[in-house]
């Protein structure tokens, strides 16, 4: 199973959905929890670990890939190595590992060491698993000389481990601001990157694929890209249909219990330049940070408000996943 589409579960009904359409119909989905979503001790996504995550899924499909997204160092709430949640995601049954140490090693050397490491450290605990190497833009942007070299370091020094990585990150121009993609596609650069993948018998995988055109994910896909990665898009699709409900049924009230607790989680600041006022536009950060207070106690006292809510936010979701699916 080679999805050429992996979502981000952003929340419980972003994965019902996920799991219905590909029980229904001929989908391949994966699904990419970051170690904030879905971790060892909990996660921002139902508060889930991720025992509990894998086992949700797995008793109600084996159609869906599932992939550790962002794997390493500094990649949960505290500054780790990284090597608990790598232990827990090989024990509990993760079918891929991104191995990502590059936003604590952003020298190509230095990341592919730790990268090879961490590989021999996952396979010790289980030696099924597949990976995925290399980071996005965000985190630590790369030429495709660069990519070519990190994958030959690799190549060289796993010896027969090298088998078992499956996907490298390519960088081909996404960047998500303050709920957009800011970037425009360069072609040559992601068919350099892409062809660097086949060299060494590699999938190519892109990140950051959220509010982009069905265009040109498409033209991606023409260039050779192999899979693309959509998340916080499909949180939007969530929080825009809560906020939707709110208006039809004018509740302000909902509107600034809504504001208060995704103000103040404070996930919003990372995506907004820093001269972002959200006084001014309380809509927007709702827009953009809403999916990160679905769990939350306040939150869940917002939702008792909207019947059949739940019912319409997946029927959203699933119409942008069989639109994807259509390209």
Known sequence: ??????????????????????????????????????????????????????????????????????????????????????????????????????????????????????IIFCNHYNNNCYYEVGTEEGIRKYSHEELDEFLNILYKQLGPLF????????????????????????????????????????????????????????????????????????????TECILNEIEKNNRKDLFNNFYKLCYNSRRWAKWFPRNFDPTLNPKKLIQVSGHYVFSENGFSEIKKELPNIDEKICKQIMKKLKLLHSI
């Open 1 to 118: 199973m080679n999805p050429k589409i992996f979502i981000g579960p952003m929340s419980k009904n972003i994965v019902d959905s996920i799991i219905q359409v590909v029980n229904e119909g001929d989908m391949a989905i994966g699904m990419i929890p970051s170690r904030r979503q879905v971790e060892y001790n909990g996660g921002y996504v139902n508060n889930w670990k991720t025992n509990e995550f894998i086992n949700y899924v797995r008793r109600k499909t084996d159609r869906v890939l599932l992939e550790r997204d962002h794997g390493g160092p500094m990649q949960g709430y505290k500054n780790d190595d990284g090597l608990e949640s790598y232990k827990e995601d090989s024990l509990c049954g993760f079918d891929i590992i991104h191995v990502d140490p590059f936003k604590k090693y952003s020298d190509i050397d230095m990341a592919a060491q730790y990268t090879i490491g961490n």
């Open 163 to 238: 088998e078992r990585i499956k996907f490298a990150v390519i960088q081909s121009g996404t960047k998500l601001q303050s709920g957009k993609n800011i970037s425009k596609i360069d072609e040559e650069k992601c068919s350099k990157m892409v062809n660097i993948c086949k060299k060494y018998g590699l999938l190519s995988k892109e990140h950051n694929g959220d509010f982009i055109s069905t265009k040109d994910i498409k033209k991606r896909f023409e260039l050779g890209l192999d899979a693309i990665n959509i998340a916080p898009e499909f949180g939007s699709i969530e």
